[in-house]
């Protein structure tokens, strides 16, 4: 069983029992183009190359292309010779994958055991787990608290001639720095570090600092890993399997990142080229269809106020289903063939002569996670795979309208939403049939009001969309909260469950930029909430309510606050010196030694009027005034069931349907 995997040329694995193999691997890159001639005749004779002309298959069609294979360390020299003999007329195939992932599927490799990737457990492996409190000063390794730097090198490298995976808090920052120290005790372990970088994803500045690699030993650093703070170590290895990729570079990249990757293995595994530079356009269109065709997802704009007997429903992983189930793939559409279906309002002919790749890839991937989500109920290590699936599912949507995606194209994103708000809007029709009245929609999710029948309304749903619906849950009631003019909110609602369990969306205590005290304090009146059966109990609920927010509001006031209660995070959007407003997040910004762009950072508010925050740590007094109000906004969210107004209009299901005929 493969543990790790590093290195380019050899490659070095490395199992549960510590066991290293040095393998040796030569990668195959292809060429494709006019005159291939004019290729072979400047490679051939080169000493590392062996190369053969072959037929091979990219996304679109079969080409005729040299396969050339070399050392993996060759490829970027390689590519830049064959640039130079033809500019870019020549098509490059599979020269910018990692090369531990090409290696993998070459031979066949899957990390943690082979078999499928559904029911694979992972075995017992020594985990040594290491949390940075204070720099190099307080350490707590397993559980043990060193506040000697030298007491702490010694017990962790020790451990660490066991230990099969390291998990630390804070590793990727000062690891650097305590190996450094570690080999002047005469502990030498081969490390090294990956680059820093700063990206925009989903709208987000987002910025990875520098990772730290133990060669031969995963290190998964809590604080900078997105998969594994949603999947814990049994999410992050499903998506070490799925990518062919090793435990430590999976936990450093984002969702849409590992489904790029999984995509990736998939057309390796297939045999299907994949280009180094996308040369697929988006096709020239009119102002009116491009209007038409980027119209996103369908949202139906609740009424402010508390609902009673909601049944909430949701299309599982609805865009993924639409890919496989209609067959969406670029090469799929506006694409000759003898078998098609039209895409009305955007006037796109979809192919169904042929399975598409990207229905083709995707397709194991919604299996594996409708059955996760099925087994989760009652099995933690399925509601962990099912965490970090839901989120590959979800951005694999947004990388089919990604420029630089592999199996990306504009019209696939375009045809997905279109047929997306058809199936809402089918919906919407057949829930009124059935006796339900729809107060709210979020392109793949519904609260129905009634006492209809709801099994059968699921049922036809199913049959009229192809896709599978899920019952999410019944309320006993649900708020949905107004938007500052008044209208309702998209996402921003609390409601109490049929099994005493809230949901909760958009408010304050979702919030990183809102103090904790204000979120503890909506915590407490959802408990008192808790016992409310009715709309019309809610009045008897309000003087023990109000009473919780005076108990919060007079420890503001009287200074009787932990620290930790008052912090808030933000995440720095630009360097310091860009902010043109003076606000408090310019200040946080400023006073925080380092920060970058799309770096997470905690402070204080200890005077709002001159602009001072502290950082990290609250050491000048805090802004009463300042935190009296942000708790006086949350009351004022919490208590809307106190206050409800209704609006003075509201847009129905009919006006949305831009298809209707009303002539």
């Known amino acids: 069983m493969i543990v790790d995997a590093w290195g380019n040329n050899p490659i070095y694995t490395v199992d549960e029992n510590k066991k290293i193999s040095r393998w040796d691997y030569r990668h195959k890159i292809y060429v494709a183009g006019e005159r291939l001639e004019r290729v072979i005749n400047d490679i051939d004779g080169l000493p590392f190359i062996k190369w053969e002309l072959k037929e091979m298959e990219d996304i679109f069609s079969r080409k005729k292309v040299i396969e050339i294979e070399l050392p993996p360390e060759k490829i970027p020299l390689l590519v830049e010779g064959i640039e130079r003999i033809g500019g870019y007329s020549y098509k490059i195939y599979n020269a910018d994958i990692n090369t531990v992932q090409s290696f993998m599927v070459a031979n066949n490799l899957h990390f943690f055991g082979d078999g499928n990737d559904i029911d694979f457990s992972l075995p017992d492996l020594e985990i040594l787990e290491i949390n940075f409190i204070d720099s190099l000063q307080e350490i707590e390794i397993d559980g043990k608290l060193f506040t000697s730097t030298s007491a702490s090198i010694d017990y962790f490298f020790s451990s660490l001639e066991q230990a099969n995976i390291v998990i630390s808090e804070g590793g990727d920052t000062y690891f650097p720095d305590f190996f450094r120290l570690a080999r002047k005790y005469g502990f030498h372990v081969k490390s090294s570090t990956t680059r820093e970088r700063t990206f925009t994803s989903y709208g987000r500045i987002n910025h990875r600092r520098s990772g730290f690699m133990i060669h031969g030993i995963p290190h998964i650093d809590r604080k900078t890993s997105f998969l594994f703070s949603e999947g814990g170590l049994d999410g992050l290895a499903t998506v070490s399997r799925l990518t062919s990729l090793p435990l430590f570079h999976t936990a450093r990249i984002t969702p849409g990142t590992a489904v790029s990757a999984y995509e990736v293995r998939k057309a390796l595994e297939n045999g299907i080229m994949i280009p180094l530079y996308k040369d697929d356009h988006e096709s020239a269109k009119t102002l009116d269809s491009f209007i038409e065709a980027d119209r996103g997802g369908l949202y139906l704009q609740p009424v402010p106020g508390i609902y009673e007997n909601v049944t909430e429903l949701d299309f599982s ?19 000759r063939c003898m078998k098609s279906y039209r895409i009305e309002d955007l006037g796109y002919e979809v192919c169904m002569d042929r399975v598409g790749k990207l229905p083709m890839f995707l397709s194991n991937l919604l299996n594996l996670r409708l059955y996760c989500k099925k087994m989760k109920m009652n099995n933690e290590t399925y509601r962990r795979k099912d965490a970090v699936l839901k989120w590959m599912l979800l951005t694999s949507f947004g990388y089919t309208g990604y420029k630089n995606a592999k199996f990306g194209r504009i019209e696939v994103h375009e045809a997905i939403t279109s047929i997306g708000r058809s199936i809402l809007t089918k919906s919407v029709n057949i829930a009124e049939e059935e006796g339900f009245h729809v107060i709210h929609g979020i392109v793949d999710s519904l609260w129905l009001q009634g006492e209809g029948n709801i099994e059968s309304v699921m049922r036809r749903i199913e049959e009229s969309s192809r896709l599978k619906i899920s019952l999410e849950g019944r309320y006993r009631w649900i708020v949905f909260l107004p938007t500052r003019d008044g209208s309702g909110a998209l996402n921003r609602y609390f ?34 909430y808790s016992k409310v059966e ?116 509201q847009k129905t299901i009919k006006e949305y349907d831009t298809d209707r005929d009303d002539s």
């Not at 992983?317 to 694409?335: A, D, F, G, Q």
């Not at 005493?500 to 979120?519: A, H, L, N, T």
Request: proline residues 5%.
């Open 534 to 649: 009715h709309e019309k109990d809610f009045p008897l609920y309000y003087k023990e309510a109000r009473e919780i927010y005076n108990e919060y509001l007079e420890k503001i006031i009287q200074g009787d606050v932990d620290d930790a209660d008052l912090s808030m995070d933000i995440i720095a959007t630009r360097w310091p010196e860009y902010y043109k407003v003076n606000s408090i997040r310019k200040s946080a910004v400023m006073k925080a030694a380092g920060i970058k762009p799309g770096d997470k950072m905690t402070f204080f508010v200890t005077s709002e009027k001159h602009g001072d925050v502290d950082v990290e740590n609250l050491v000048n007094g805090y802004d009463k005034e300042y935190y009296a109000r942000k708790l006086r906004m949350a009351w004022d969210t919490i208590s809307y069931p106190f206050s409800v107004i209704p609006v003075i209009y």
């Open 317 to 335: 992983s609805m865009y993924p289903s639409i890919i496989v189930r209609y067959n969406l793939s670029p090469e799929t559409i506006n694409e």
């Open 495 to 528: 409601g109490l469950m049929d099994d005493g369990k809230f949901k909760v969306r958009g408010i304050e205590m979702r919030r990183s930029d809102f103090p904790e005290i204000c979120k503890k304090m909506q915590a407490d009146i959802l408990g008192v």
